[in-house]
C-alpha cells in the first residue's frame, strides 16, 4: 500500500496568517502517461463530513475559494491556505488516487491560536 | 441537490453481522461507481472498497476483502455494505461516497460500534 505521511499533525494559527500542510507519499503520485498527480485533498469540520477541495494535487473543486492552493509533484505536496479563516477550521486529509487501496493521510487539525 | 443518507449503524456484538444502506438521490445513481470508507474514532480514515455504476464489478481493501461485501440496487438508488464477523476494530463512522477514487459527495456518516 502507498503509505501517505502528513505534518504536522496539528497547527495554530490566528485568523489572517497563512499556512502550510505537508503531505508525502511513499512512491511517486505522478502518471507519466497523462502528467498527473493523484492526490487529492480533503477538509473535514467539526462535526461534518469530509469535504472534497482539491484534486490532481492542484485542481480547486467548485465553489472552493481561492485561498485554497495545492502544490507539489512526485512524491511531496502541499495544500497552502492564504489569510486563514474561522471557518477554515478542521482537520484536512491528503488521499492518493494513484493506486489501490487508495489511502489517506493521518489528517493535520488546524486550530485557532 | 445530490444527498446520501446512510442508515442501519449501531451497536453490535463482536461476530455478529450487520448490513449499512445508503440511499442516494439528487443524481443519477445508476451512472456513478460508489464507495464505502470509514473514520476510526481517532480519525483515521480507510477505503473499504468501490462498486461500478452496473453492480458488475466490486473492488476491497485487502484486509477487509474477505468479511465486508458491497452491492447495490439503482431500482432504489441504494448502495449497502454488509459486514460480517465484526471485531473492534470494525468500531467507526462508516461513509458512503460517490465516485470510485475521488471522493466527490459524502453522507452524514453512521456509526457503527463493536462491543459485549
Known amino acids: 500500500d502507498i503509505v501517505m505521511t502528513q505534518s504536522p499533525s496539528s497547527l495554530a494559527v490566528s485568523a489572517g496568517e497563512t499556512v502550510t500542510i505537508n503531505c508525502k507519499s511513499s512512491q511517486s503520485l505522478l502518471y507519466s502517461g497523462n502528467q498527473k498527480n493523484y492526490l487529492a485533498w480533503y477538509q473535514q469540520k467539526p462535526g461534518q463530513s469530509p469535504k472534497l477541495l482539491i484534486y490532481w494535487a492542484s485542481t480547486r473543486q467548485s465553489g472552493v475559494p481561492d485561498r485554497f492552493i495545492g502544490s507539489g509533484s512526485g512524491t511531496d505536496f502541499t495544500l497552502t491556505i492564504s489569510s486563514v479563516q474561522a471557518e477554515d477550521l478542521a482537520i484536512y486529509y491528503c488521499q492518493q488516487y494513484y493506486d489501490t487501496p487508495n489511502t489517506f493521510g493521518a489528517g493535520t487539525k488546524l486550530e485557532l491560536k | 441537490e445530490v444527498q446520501l443518507v446512510e442508515s442501519g449503524g449501531g451497536l453490535v456484538q463482536p461476530g455478529a453481522s450487520l448490513k449499512l444502506s445508503c440511499v442516494a438521490s439528487g443524481f443519477t445513481f445508476s451512472d456513478y461507481w460508489m464507495s464505502w470508507v470509514r473514520q476510526t474514532p481517532g480519525k483515521t480514515m480507510e477505503w473499504i472498497g468501490d462498486?461500478?455504476?452496473?453492480?458488475?464489478?466490486?473492488n476491497y481493501a485487502p484486509s477487509l476483502k474477505n468479511r465486508f461485501t458491497i452491492s447495490r440496487d439503482n431500482a432504489k438508488s441504494t448502495l449497502y455494505l454488509q459486514m460480517s464477523n465484526v471485531r473492534s476494530e470494525d468500531t467507526a463512522t462508516y461513509y458512503c461516497?460517490?465516485?470510485?477514487?475521488?471522493?466527490?459527495?459524502w453522507g452524514q456518516g453512521v456509526m457503527v460500534t463493536v462491543s459485549s
Open positions: 462498486i461500478k455504476y452496473d453492480g458488475s464489478y466490486t
Open positions: 461516497t460517490s465516485g470510485r477514487a475521488l471522493f466527490d459527495y
